[in-house]
C-alpha cells in the first residue's frame, strides 16, 4: 500500500526503487561477511521492468496494485532471462526462455521482478547455508542464519528490499525463514499456486 500511495502521488517512481535495491544488493555483498540475499541479479532487466511501470505510473495505467513493488524470486522458479540453479553448481546452465506459473501471474500484473533469491542447496535443509553461492544472512543479526530452504526470500523482505517474495514450501521451507527473520510465511494449499516451471 504505501508503494501504490507514493507511485500515485508521484514522490516515488518504481524506477527510484529498482536503483535503490540494486545498490543495496550490492554494497551488501561488499559486508564482511556478505549477506547474498541474491544469486543472480540482473541491473539491465531490473531497470527496463522499473521504467516500464513507472511510464504506466506516469499514465495513470498501473497493471493493479502490484505494478513497480519489488518482488523476490527462489531461485527454484523460472524466470525469464535468468538460470535457475536450485542453489546448487549441478543446475544452472539453461537460461530460462519464460516464466514459471507464479512467476508470470506476477509479471503479468506488474510486479517489479528484483532478481533469483539465494536458497538452500536443492532445497534441502533448514539452516540457508549455501556453500557454492554464499549463505543467505539474517538481516537483523549477519552472524546468524536466515533459515531455509526459502533463506533468499526471507532475508530480502527482512532487509526492506520489498515487501513479499516468492518461495517455495515442502515440509517448512517457506515457513522456517520467515519464523527465524521474523516475518509471516503462507504455505498454500497445494495445487493452488501453479508448479510449472519450478523445481
Not at 65 to 74: C, I, N, R, T, Y
Not at 107 to 133: C, Q, T
Not at 156 to 176: E, H, Q, T, W, Y
Amino acid at each position: 500500500a504505501a508503494f501504490v500511495a507514493a507511485y500515485r502521488d508521484g514522490r516515488l517512481t518504481p524506477l527510484d526503487v529498482a536503483e535503490k535495491v540494486l545498490s543495496w544488493s550490492r554494497d551488501a555483498d561488499a559486508l564482511t561477511p556478505p549477506m547474498r540475499v541474491f544469486i543472480a541479479q540482473q541491473r539491465e532487466d531490473v531497470l527496463a521492468q522499473a521504467q516500464a511501470s513507472t511510464e504506466r505510473w506516469a499514465a495513470g495505467r498501473p497493471l493493479g496494485p502490484l505494478d513497480g513493488v519489488p518482488l523476490a524470486v527462489k531461485d527454484e522458479m523460472d524466470q525469464r532471462g535468468y538460470p535457475r540453479t536450485v542453489g546448487t553448481r549441478v543446475f544452472g546452465e539453461r537460461i530460462a526462455d519464460s516464466d514459471a506459473g507464479s512467476v508470470a501471474r506476477l509479471r503479468s500484473a506488474g510486479a517489479l521482478l528484483i532478481g533469483k533469491a539465494n536458497m538452500h542447496e536443492l532445497g534441502m535443509g533448514v539452516s540457508g547455508l549455501n556453500p557454492h553461492h554464499g549463505p543467505a544472512r539474517n538481516p537483523y543479526d549477519p552472524s546468524r542464519a536466515a533459515g531455509g530452504s526459502s533463506s533468499g526470500p526471507a532475508a530480502a523482505v527482512a532487509a526492506g528490499l520489498c515487501p513479499v517474495a516468492l518461495g517455495a514450501d515442502g515440509g517448512g521451507s517457506i515457513r522456517i525463514p520467515a519464523s527465524l527473520c521474523g516475518l509471516v510465511g503462507l504455505k498454500p494449499t497445494f495445487g493452488r499456486v501453479s508448479e510449472r516451471g519450478a523445481a
